[in-house]
């Protein structure tokens, strides 16, 4: 039942061309026309909404915290992205034009649910972005937009962390489309995209075999930091926890811009250091501020790992590895940097001789808060 693979980790990583691939079937028209029939809220409370409030846990919190970008960036309506076990605690401000988004691969999270549950008692509308048909989340929510990853096993979620991305995507363009917020070439070129990721995707695993023998090498460390800035932030999270929950590994991720109000003293000689680096086009500022990060962290002994576009130069003469992924929207970047970070993490498990499927002390659902 693993195909072939060692682990199921392994046969799902291998999946996710395929995964975000349905996960976009039959949902954008040839036009580039977005049609989520599923999504049975009614235009009008869509239209106005006047916040959005994201809430998932661990993984699916990252691909929250990804959605943000894009959904202010094409609807103009303000997200804040929550940890579902600490939104009803706080006493959230909620109401009828709140719109919440829970996400959950297995629908059965109790920290959402219970989450979800306290956001329609306040009146607010509930959309979960879920993989598991008929789970217990899509069922108590007033829409769902299902991912098709198909069965995730591994208890680290990976397919599932990439069509979660992508239902988050089609969502945000949705909403843009139904406020007439944004549908301009900016728009049209990510539809584009969307169309071809699987085979970037694809193109990615087909060059792991360098970053499996950089995680063999890597095996007696003791930390790995990981650095972001923008949706590679939210990558850098993921790399992290992939890191801990896997190899049981300190690892950290940081927004590299916070290195000098802190972390950067963490640095020390041979301390493996993973960047996740923007885009060059577009955003020039923020890439020439990833290169300087680069740039200091080198300087004081760090052995960097750089996550870099092709054709991106600049990153070259201060990178000791360098993983190369294919040029992309810079909204659409988490879905390739992503992968690399994943094999590393699994590839750095097996090193070490843990369970992959099975971490120690993790279950794949969480029905307790
Ligand atoms: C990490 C992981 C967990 C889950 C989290 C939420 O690899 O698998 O962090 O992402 O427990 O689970 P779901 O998505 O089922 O609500």
Known sequence: EKGGYDHFMLKEIAEQPKAVADTLLGRIDASGRLTLDEVRIPDTVLREADKIVVVACGTAFHAGLIAKYAIEHWTRIPCEVELASEFRYRDPILGPRTLVIAISQSGETMDTLMALRHAREQGAKV????????????????????????????????????????????????????????????????????????EEVERVLETMEPVRALARSLAHKDTVLFLGRHVGHPVALEGALKLKELAYMHAEGFAAGEL?????????????????????????????????????????????????????????????????IPATPTLLQPLVATVPLQVFACELATARGNEVDQPRNLAKSVTVE
């Open 127 to 198: 959309l979960a972005v879920c993989n598991t048909n008929g789970s217990t989340i899509p069922r108590e929510s007033d829409a769902v937009l299902y991912t098709h990853a198909g069965p995730e096993v591994a208890v680290a979620s990976t397919k599932a962390f990439l069509t979660q991305l992508v239902a988050c995507y089609l969502l945000a363009l949705h909403l843009g489309q139904v406020r007439g917020t944004q549908w301009g070439d900016e728009v049209l070129a990510v539809v584009r995209e969307l169309a071809r990721i699987g």
């Open 260 to 324: 000098k109000h802190g972390p950067i003293a963490l640095i020390e000689e041979d301390l493996p250091v993973v960047v996740v680096v923007p885009s060059p086009e577009g955003r020039s500022v923020l890439h020439d501020k990833i290169v300087s990060n680069i740039q200091e962290i080198r300087a004081r002994g760090a052995r960097t790992i750089v996550i870099a576009e092709e054709g991106d130069e600049a990153v070259v003469p201060y990178a000791d590895h360098l993983v190369r």
